[in-house]
């Protein structure tokens, strides 16, 4: 018997049965709707991540320069947070440090930032807001895009003017009518003048973002400061990698020149690039796909063992048609076949049942948050390829037992 | 006998047992036979003298417990699962007492069958199906399912199946036990015609009407043969011209 024969038998035999087959799928399809849902929300989290996240926070061929980690990827140890902990605070000495060692970098811009803070325009206030205080080119590192109004310019920067642009959700919150540009805002003591509104930036970590001022640094370091020329960050940006990687080491040997650091003594500041921020990611994306197989793997096997068990029913019942099909010249192989194609096609038809699921919930996920459904084809290959082991490695031991039938014995069977 | 023509079937010593725990049933004791090509045989007896064992083991359905099986001049107890079911295939018609059809198949993918595991393509497959239900005279039921045939019909389906491949023996194990007489006597006739046109037949039954169409009669008593070369007569004058000729 052909392959094609034995497939055609084995379909009209799912066919007959449809709702048993339908059950025995359901395993598989749970296994692998879960396969391929973990990995298309974990490529959509790292694509979002690679593209998005590390773009936005830092920007391409971008380093900066911090007293410790301002962005938690949990791959520090206690130790290492501890002795980040110690590190001096970054001031504008340091700024000036940076500056002279990489007088071609094509951004630098450094800024100070309040923790959680309000926001008041006469009786309406917005909650949960962070006010930044930063240089020249800060916005331009940023890559914020002003909506309406205009950005900071050298003369606030100079003068220390108090004002302001504001991000949308704050523009929204106070200005109901859309009218923010002119307005006096408050901030703590303090009062500023709305000259612009940024573009929303939206997703899942564009939010935060959407609820900042901006005000020049000067400013905020005469007004809001709790530490006079205090920085919380130097950013850098440099036109490729290969000069990143050059600014980044002329800048930590005037940084430990200007600290009186030793040779031998460790740097007393930390470098925070968007290439650190992805390898800590990409830890917790090894995690994460690790814990995958073991998972699918458990609901393919009972996937496996479903299909194995309505297999052997599905034998015992069909013991006389083996009989029969013996009779009239069957060999072992031909009935081998048969219901190993039976039991291949219900597990294939349960992984594609399952691919469409999986893509399915991760388009739900796409809708629901910033992420990008993204299923890379080798998961549907590995998607196609399981379902084909489960099939065969369930039905294999039916497919053997009805095979080794003695035909008379299977003919009589009652 | 004629002895320049080797008989299809030679058995001697044939014997089959099983044992059933505490006592062994001795189906088949000794059987010796030789059948020539062509020939018409019944085989009667009593209910358990061992017609049915002796059949299945002519059909390579079950292996003997010990004794020698020739068939068309191969040792048939020297061949391995897949001989078995080529010969099954290829030598062996079998009709059974219940048919024994795929109860979800149409009347031509049933007879079809043997067709499929001797490796013939679904064209020629089809057609000669067709041809073998036409001969029947079951050419308007090709697409019809066993539940929707009437017994004779079913019957008539089953040999359409087991002639489909041109078997040297057409194996019948009581093909009329459970048709009604008129029935029976078509599918007697169906059978003396295929005799008429060179069929080897061998068929079991305890009614001596049926077993009269046939050339020759062995009788099985507890498993041995107790007669060899038995005739009826006269059988009905209609196909008696058609099967006098056949015994040797
Ligand atoms: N599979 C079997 N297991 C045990 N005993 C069997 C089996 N098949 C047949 N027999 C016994 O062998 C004897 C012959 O059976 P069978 O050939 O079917 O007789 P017949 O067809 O002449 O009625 C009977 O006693 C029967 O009970
Ligand atoms: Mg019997």
Known sequence: ?414 | MEGSSQPIIITRGLRKEYDMGAETVYALRGVDIEIQRNEFIAVMGPSGSGKSTLMNLIGCLDTPTAGEYVLNGTPVQDLDDDDLARIRNEEIGFVFQTFNLLARATALHNVELPLIYAGVKAAERRDRAAAALDRVGLGDRMDHRPNELSGGQKQRVAIARSLVNQPSILLADEPTGNLDSATSADIMRLFVELHRHGQTIIMVTHEHDIASFAGRIVTLVDGMVASYDAKLGPTPASVMTASAATTP
């Open chain 1, 1 to 414: 018997m052909s392959i094609a024969e034995a497939l055609r038998v084995a379909l009209s035999q799912i066919w007959a049965h449809k709702l048993k087959s339908l059950f025995s799928l359901i395993g598989v399809v749970i296994g692998i709707t879960f396969l391929i849902a973990v990995i298309t929300v974990v490529e959509g989290m790292n694509r979002y991540v690679q593209e998005d996240f590390a773009g936005s926070l830092f920007g391409v061929n971008s380093f900066s320069i911090v007293q410790r980690p301002t962005v938690q990827t949990g791959n520090y140890s206690a130790e290492e947070l501890r002795r980040l902990a110690r590190n001096r605070d970054v001031d504008l000495d340091d700024v000036e440090a940076v500056r002279r060692a990489v007088p071609d970098a094509r951004y630098i811009a450094w800024r100070n930032a309040s923790r959680m803070d309000e926001v008041w325009y006469g009786e309406r206030r917005r909650r949960n807001i962070r006010v930044i205080g930063g240089s020249e080119q800060y916005q331009a590192i940023q890559g914020w895009e002003i909506d309406r109004g205009r950005g900071l310019t050298p003369l606030d920067q100079q003068r220390a003017l108090k004002v302001a642009v504001i991000g949308p959700a704050i523009a929204e919150k106070l200005f109901p009518n859309g009218a923010a540009l002119g307005k006096r805002i408050r901030l703590q003591a303090h009062r500023f003048e709305v000259v612009g509104v940024f573009e929303r930036k939206g997703g899942l970590f564009g939010n935060a973002w959407d609820a900042a001022v901006l005000v020049p640094y000067e400013t905020f370091n005469q007004t809001l400061s709790t530490k006079r020329d205090r920085v919380r960050e130097i950013s850098v940006k440099a036109n490729n990698q290969r000069e990143m990687l050059a600014a980044m080491d002329a800048v930590e040997e005037a940084l430990r020149i200007r600290r009186g650091l030793r040779p031998g003594e460790e740097n007393d500041f930390h470098f925070q690039t968007s290439s650190g921020l992805l390898s800590a990611w990409e830890t917790i994306n090894n995690i994460l796909l690790a814990a995958v197989p073991g998972l699918v793997s458990v609901s393919l096997v009972v996937g496996g063992i479903v299909i194995m068990n309505i297999m052997l029913v599905s034998v015992t019942q069909r013991t006389r048609e083996i009989g029969v099909r013996k009779a009239m010249g069957a060999r072992q192989r031909d009935i081998m076949l048969q219901f190993l194609a039976e039991s291949s096609i219900v597990s294939l038809v349960g992984a594609a049942l399952g691919i469409g699921l999986g893509l399915g919930l991760g388009k739900l996920v796409e809708r629901l948050s910033p992420l990008p459904a993204s299923i890379p084809p080798w998961a549907l290959a590995m998607a196609i390829g399981l379902g084909l082991l489960v099939g065969l490695s369930s039905g294999i031991y039916p497919a053997r037992r009805a095979s080794r039938l003695n035909p008379i014995d299977a003919l009589r069977y009652e």
